[in-house]
């Protein structure tokens, strides 16, 4: 059964009732939000939405103004992950705006796209986006957990923004840790707090292994836990736990959280794969300028375009990209 959204064994004997395991621990699902809700994603802050033009204003904060989908693609294509013929899937693509960005560059590069998601309500949003490549799009609507091991014929998967949303244990404790859980951290001696409660990514790792063991390259980028910073930008480090452990961001009808990166890595190098990555203001070009740097360590806004940049920084510096193949 579930207590407080815990997996909980009850067992009577002696006239006793026992609560055998994670009586506090409880266990974040987002399923059921984001397969029946109608996600408005203008309540939250994404990177892919606030780049998805080139007519945003977020785009002052960069040094070569591009949609966030066609700067995704020029790294892929630069990393040999785009090529003539290949199929790419996106998992969890919002509002279809990175594909759009990818697909108006790379288009002829691209033979089949797939778009999976749990949303009905976002897949009817991407395929209005992405209308003029429908010949080659197929949108199916479906938990990715369940659908990896029917996938095939996939050369790259991009998971977007969208790790974040998978299931994740709160408030752990190292001495009482569920069996999942437990399991994870010794397969791939995953590094966890020796003291204190905690969060763990159990969905995003769950995840990771999965396309590993598929054999498909991926791109990953979402908030992290242990963001990385670009060089010639460290004051973004301002007041930024770099060796984190996850945290909690709770949003309209669900939570997301941030994820620990070097567990992502630790799992895809146990499975034989090659992993790069870093923090996505680097692979977004955000100006290494000293009016960026006055910006955010001002924290106070003259004009409107001051407040935009300061904002995006806020956000953006907190996230990480990685590449596994």
């Known amino acids: 059964m579930w207590y407080g959204g815990a997996s909980v064994c009850l067992y009577f004997t002696d006239r006793k009732k026992y609560i055998i395991e994670y009586l506090m621990a409880e266990r974040s699902r987002t399923y059921w939000y984001h397969k029946q809700y109608p996600i408005d994603l203008m309540t939250e802050f994404t990177v892919c939405e606030s780049l998805a033009s080139s007519a945003s204003p977020y785009m002052a904060a960069l040094e070569n103004p591009k949609p966030y989908g066609s700067l995704v693609g020029e790294m892929l294509a630069a990393c040999g992950m785009l090529y003539q013929g290949c199929c790419v899937c996106e998992i969890g693509g919002g509002y279809g705006s990175l594909m759009k960005g990818l697909l108006a560059d790379y288009s002829s590069l691209i033979s089949r796209i797939v778009m999976i998601d749990l949303s009905k309500h976002l897949l009817r949003r991407q395929r209005t986006a992405l209308e003029p490549w429908k010949e080659k799009i197929d949108f199916v609507h479906g938990n990715v957990m369940e659908l990896m091991p029917a996938l095939s014929k996939i050369d790259l998967l991009i998971v977007n923004e969208m790790i974040g949303d998978l299931d994740t244990w709160k408030d752990l404790t190292t001495s009482e840790l569920p069996d999942d859980v437990a399991d994870l951290v010794t397969r791939y001696s995953l590094e966890i ?12 790792v769950r995840l990771v292994e999965a396309i590993s ?31 984190g452990f996850p945290r909690e961001i709770p949003l309209k009808g669900h939570s997301e959280f941030t994820i620990r990166f070097s567990h992502l890595e630790r799992v895809a190098r146990f499975w034989g794969k090659d ?30 375009e001051h407040a935009i940049i300061l904002e995006f920084l806020d ?8 590449i596994i193949r």
């Open 193 to 204: 707090p020796p003291q204190g409660g905690f969060h763990f990514n159990v969905g995003a």
């Open 213 to 243: 063991q598929a054999g498909i390259p991926a791109f990953i980028s979402e908030h992290s836990s242990d963001p990385v910073i670009p060089e010639a930008m460290d004051y973004l480090a301002r007041d930024l736990c770099l060796q």
């Open 275 to 304: 992993c790069i990555g870093g923090s996505l203001a680097d692979l977004v070009g955000i100006r290494k300028s000293p009016k960026m740097r006055f910006i955010f360590n001002a924290r106070a806004c003259a004009t409107d």
């Open 315 to 322: 956000h953006i510096r907190e996230y990480r990209w990685l």
